[in-house]
């Protein structure tokens, strides 16, 4: 396993498989103590296990294809109530998917007893036939405390439909959702459903529905978006007025993201982590034995932004602060119409940056990443429009091709509009060989994109036209490798 962990361009601190294609986060479940992180692996379900969401151990595939067909994503769940009967009165694990044939898509269960080691797909599948709909998939399932039924969310087209089921076997239409709502640039996927707390008080609690939205010319590859509003256990309605969008993530590379089920209420958090890619390119990386992996585990929550609405927050977990090695302190650091370059090879390839920068009078600013003469990453704002950006238009090799073998879109500058215009400017930027994660105003604005830079291209550098600014915190943490020592 270790010797596989050294390819150029691998991940040392992200989810990567050990060889093969890696793509849609499945059936993400927390139960006696593992994070349960299945995933899509050619119409089949991947597995891994981690006790701490850092270090993980590879299982196994845990469902495979039979008569009914591929098994396509899907999430799953912790049975506590044994509502199935299937585990003799004692808690167990629900598997819930997509079966694939001849171009129908059904919903199906699969249950485990021995901790997600094997699984009985039940007799009865498909718990959903398909009801006469070309695109009916993705199955995301919770428990509803209040109407005391599970509740299933169901890509279709650009809608979600809401089921309800007392025993995960027999399910009842509810209500959809969708039409005319947020970008309709293409099919809606994955959808996730979960309730969070507005700025920390659960009185003021309100319900996320997020889906993610393939490749098209619109967004330029695929995307994600999410909705903010209220569900009663029958239907969701939005806060939003029907064209608002609100993204999920400004890079190109977050895909597919749902939250982790059943972590323990004394843990308090909602965390989730998305497919590192986008449908445009989704396995023509220069990377081997392996193509696709996954983002750093984030923390989710809702927070009152400068127009008094909440806004969907992200942030790196807590834990992987553990693999900080010592901290290289730097700031404060000047930069004013030019570039500083940061001696610091030591940092690696894979390392973290937490930044703070103030300014008077500045045109723009920012980090530039794997840097040499011919390359770098820029991460950048212009404090005037408010706009940042992720220039990716030198950051190696570009070669790659979209799923109609023409030339993908994938040197290009990503942009968003600072939600608000403090000063100074604070941000984390996680970088691991070939991802590069930025998040920005504790979360507030997050940005996620691969790059293929030369493994030379080690520079870090910061840079300022249009006036002067000060890195008044400049702090860079080497970080240990999970899969070596």
Known sequence: MAELYKELYRPQFHLTPPQGPMSDPNGMVYFEGEYHQFYQFTGRWGHAVSR?????????????????GDIWSGSAVVDWRDTTGFFGGKPGLVAIFTHYKDGLQSQSIAYSSDKGRSWTKYQGNPVIPNPGLKDFRDPKVLWHEETGRWIMVVSVNKEIYFYS???????????????????????????????????????KAKWVLHVSIGDNEETDGSHAQYF???????????DAPDQEIRWT?????????????????????????????NWQYPFSS??????????????????????????????????????RKDV?????????DGVVKLDIFQAGLSYEIEAEIQWEQVREFGISLRSSKQEGTK?????????????????????????????AHFAKVLKAVRTTRSNPLKMRCFVDDSVVEWFVDDGETVFTSLIYPDPESK?????????SVTFTKLNIYPLRSVWRP
């Open 459 to 467: 520079g870090i550098e910061l840079f300022a036209s249009g006036g």
């Open 379 to 407: 991460l950048g704002y212009r404090p005037d429009s408010g706009e940042l950006y992720l220039d990716r238009t030198r950051s190696g090799y570009t070669e790659l091709i979209n799923r109609f073998d023409a030339p």
């Open 328 to 336: 290289i302190a730097l700031g404060p650091v000047q930069a004013a």
């Open 228 to 238: 903010i509003g209220d569900f009663d256990g029958h239907r969701f309605v939005s």
């Open 249 to 277: 993530d400004y890079g190109q590379d977050f895909y597919a993201a749902v939250s982790y089920s059943d972590i323990p209420d004394h843990d308090g958090r909602r965390i989730w982590l998305g497919w590192l890619s």
């Open 286 to 323: 220069p990377t081997n034995p392996w193509k696709g992996g996954m983002s750093i585990p984030r923390s989710l929550s809702l927070r009152t932004d400068g127009s008094g609405e909440p806004k969907l927050v992200q942030q790196p977990l807590e834990e992987l602060k553990q693999l």
């Open 165 to 203: 089921s007392p025993d995960l076997k027999e399910w009842t239409f509810e209500s959809r959702f969708g039409e005319g709502q947020g970008c309709q640039a293409a099919v809606w996927e994955c959808p996730d459903l979960f309730r969070l707390p507005v700025d920390g008080d659960p009185l």
């Open 52 to 68: 701490d969401l850092l270090y993980w151990e590879h299982l196994p595939l845990a469902l495979v294809g039979d008569e009914l």
